[in-house]
């Protein structure tokens, strides 16, 4: 029976019989972050560039500039005391916040430190999402949630595939501890 024979030799969970995944479907399960992980990578790294690249941005005041939009948001953020924090030094705050997206997004597309860079990426969206994003209503309008629960599954996946996490991860396994060895 052919069907008999397909279902005997045939790992239901889409391996083969000598380990490694097998077949398309099991090719795609392995990549399913990718494509996650190059939007939030991307656009992260977008968003740290713009950021300090916008003179108006930098601004402790003025029109589109970090101070302005602080005073805006204080009375509405569901942690006023993180905007009080902020509020201390805009300019400063607005160089950070950039590093971080920055550093996040390096990290998140090189796959170096990747559930680091994930959770980095997590925090930053869940501060955004407690004071600037947080009185948008209905709350699916603001984008800080979304951005905070697509950060989820790299934070506890990680970066395994094309990244340098697998690389150091690879000559771990080939070499022992020791790293550089």
Known sequence: MVHAHRTINADLAGTGVDGPPAGLRAQLARHALLPLRLFLGVTFLYAGIDKLTD?????????????????????????????????????????????????????????????????????????LWLTVSWATTPYYYGNDLAYLVAWLPLVLAGTPRFSLDAVVAMRRKRHGAQLFG
């Open 55 to 127: 003179r108006a941005f930098l601004a402790a005041g003025g029109a589109g500039s970090l101070g302005e939009m602080l005073r805006q948001v204080h009375d509405v953020a569901a942690l006023p005391q993180l905007v009080d924090l902020a509020q201390k030094s805009p300019v400063g705050f607005g160089y950070a916040i950039a590093a971080g997206e920055i550093a996040v997004g390096l990290g998140t597309l090189l796959g170096l430190l990747g559930r680091l860079a994930a959770f980095g990426g997590a925090l930053i969206s869940l501060t």
